[in-house]
């Protein structure tokens, strides 16, 4: 039986690990220096000496060619730093549109994406200010954000859904009023383009310490749903439902949104603001899996990733100027999110 499961598991998939290994070979390989796959297949043996080199400090390896340095010190972070965004963000909306049952919920509904962009905006404007220092304030407003929206709901309306995404609109709103402050105060010659670029999105400046600083939390916080699936099939089927079948929603929700929203928090102090990932990738792939979470939650994590990878290689070869990244995600998902919208005419997740 365990050889039969392993053996039905890997067909499974093996597709999918093909994909993968295609898409990111593809991304690697294209770009303004356009490399050979046997080039690209001999540059990345020199890989643990780059990371070692990353982690600790530890000499690059000797006689790497101007391809190879740009493979394995731009591209190849860049494009791990894209794919664990896009993951990120395609587990947290499919967390969020489980939780609050309804496939059209994406994960700023609580405002963390407001809040994030706002902690950046003002990191942007702080005299002699480090670009860690954007991150860190974008990450922790948006902290802040969703947990004023989930502890105002929870103060004035127990744990209810709907209060809850009232909330996020109402901090959402108050964010981005404050945010249009810090753009009349910002220098229009300096700040303000800074803030504008930042806002749309951008995978230029990643390297290997953005990839570390994003390994924990997506990682972390898939191992804790993933352990969860069963339990956010459970909660699908209303909060009764779900205590009569051993599960407490009031514990079991906050807990979700609230690793959700970390991780969004994350992945948007990183990057910027990236938008439909994580609407438009757990819906599209919900087409494919059904609303069953032990399969949407790893395929979908999967799709987001490889969908911003794809979406940074066009963001990079279609004109001599990089494109951002948020452009692309928006030109790409909104057609495709409308074309799902059509094709389903709306339905809900659970």
């Not at 395609?90 to 994030?116: E, H, K, M, T």
Request: net charge positive; with cysteine; proline share 5%.
């Amino acid at each position: 039986m365990p050889a039969t499961m392993t053996a039905s598991s890997l067909r499974q998939r093996g597709p999918w690990l093909l994909v993968t290994l295609l898409v990111f070979s593809l991304a690697l390989a294209t770009g303004r220096l356009g490399v050979d796959l046997s080039t690209l297949a001999d540059t990345l043996r020199h890989l643990p000496a780059v990371l070692a080199n990353a982690l600790w400090n530890a000499p690059l390896p000797q006689g790497l060619s101007p391809e190879q340095y740009i493979i394995l010190q731009v591209r190849l972070p860049r494009l791990l730093t894209a794919f664990l965004v896009g993951a990120g963000l395609a587990l947290a909306g499919s967390v969020y549109q489980g939780v609050f049952r309804n496939p059209l919920v994406s994960p700023d509904i609580l405002g963390v994406a407001s809040g994030c962009v706002f902690g950046a905006a003002l990191g942007l404007l702080l005299p002699g200010s480090h670009w860690l220092w954007v991150q860190g304030l974008a990450f922790l407003f948006g902290l802040v954000a969703v947990s004023m929206a989930m502890l105002i709901a929870w103060r004035f309306a127990g744990d209810s859904l709907l209060m809850m995404i009232l909330t996020g609109i109402i901090v959402g709103s108050l964010f981005g009023a404050a945010l249009t402050l810090l753009k009349a105060l910002a220098d229009p010659y300096g700040e303000l383009p800074a803030i504008l670029f930042w806002l749309m999105g951008s995978l230029s400046l990643s390297g290997w310490s953005d990839v570390f600083q994003l390994l924990l939390p997506v990682v972390a916080v898939y191992a804790v749903v993933h352990a969860l699936r069963y339990r956010l099939n459970v909660l699908c089927f209303g909060d009764d439902q779900a205590r009569s079948l051993g599960v407490d929603p009031k514990r079991l929700r906050p807990l979700l949104l609230a690793l959700s929203s970390l991780l969004v928090a994350a992945c948007v102090a990183s990057v910027g603001q990236v938008a439909w990932v994580g609407l438009v990738v757990p819906h599209m792939v919900r087409t494919l899996t059904g609303a069953n979470h032990l399969r949407l939650i790893p395929l979908a994590t999967l799709c987001g990733g490889l969908f911003l990878v794809l979406a940074d290689s066009l963001a990079r070869n279609l004109s001599s100027m990089e494109i951002p990244i948020g452009v692309i995600t928006s030109l790409v998902g909104a057609p495709l999110f409308a074309l799902l919208l059509f094709r389903q005419k709306g339905g809900r997740s659970c």
